[in-house]
């Protein structure tokens, strides 16, 4: 792996983490009983698990050059 595969990996990150972000003050501070409100809860929800993949792959990478490398 590259460092550009660890890159992309943590803007996936940094992506996902802002939007699930956005996502949760929009479903927070908007009207409750709109149904786009629970969508915008379910869409953090899978930004926040997208997130935590993207968080699980650089560490993935990191400990597969690691092996390469014989360390």
Do not use: H
């Amino acid at each position: 792996m590259t460092r550009r595969a660890v890159r992309i990996a943590w803007i996936g990150v940094g992506l996902c983490l802002v939007v699930g972000l956005v996502a949760s003050v929009l479903a927070l501070v908007g009207p409750p009983d709109q149904p786009w409100t629970k969508s915008l809860r379910e869409l953090s929800t899978l930004l926040d698990v997208a997130a935590l993949l993207f968080w699980i792959a650089v560490f993935a990478i990191y400990w597969a050059r690691k092996r390469r490398r014989g360390e």
